[in-house]
């Protein structure tokens, strides 16, 4: 059983930066060898894979967030990052990580909000 605990988010300004972390406790050997996935919920709106990252750290990212956020994962501290650059207005909502592409219902966390505004 994996854990996952969100993090990072805020209220930040049009075109501003910000980096999500996400943790996992528990079984280290799950973390390793699954692939992990960042998803997000706008308002109103269903939640969606928006990026995700192999055991390989190949990644794949939704075309609204392609070329302006990068995943990344470091296994040693089973912990996976979302760096979000270029924020828009659009992008504001709950941000979760958990597997993908198929994500596990026991897995969701609270998320982190993130907020685009000026």
């Known amino acids: 059983q994996v854990q996952l605990v969100e993090s990072g988010g805020g209220l930040v300004q049009p075109g501003a930066s910000l980096r999500l972390s996400c943790a996992a406790s528990?079984?280290?050997?799950?973390?390793?060898?699954?692939?992990m996935g960042w998803y997000r919920q706008a308002p109103g709106k269903q939640r969606e894979l928006i990026a995700s990252?192999?055991?390989?750290?190949?990644?794949y990212y939704e075309n609204p967030v392609t070329g302006r956020f990068t995943i990344s994962r470091d296994n040693t501290k089973r912990t996976v990052y979302l760096q979000m650059n270029s924020l828009k207005p659009e992008d504001t909502g709950v941000y979760y990580c958990?597997?993908?592409?198929?994500?596990?219902?026991?897995?969701w966390g609270q998320g982190t909000q993130v907020t685009v505004s000026s």
């Open positions: 958990n597997f993908a592409p198929v994500p596990r219902d026991d897995n």
């Open positions: 528990g079984s280290d050997f799950i973390f390793r060898l699954n692939t």
């Open positions: 990252i192999t055991i390989n750290h190949n990644t």
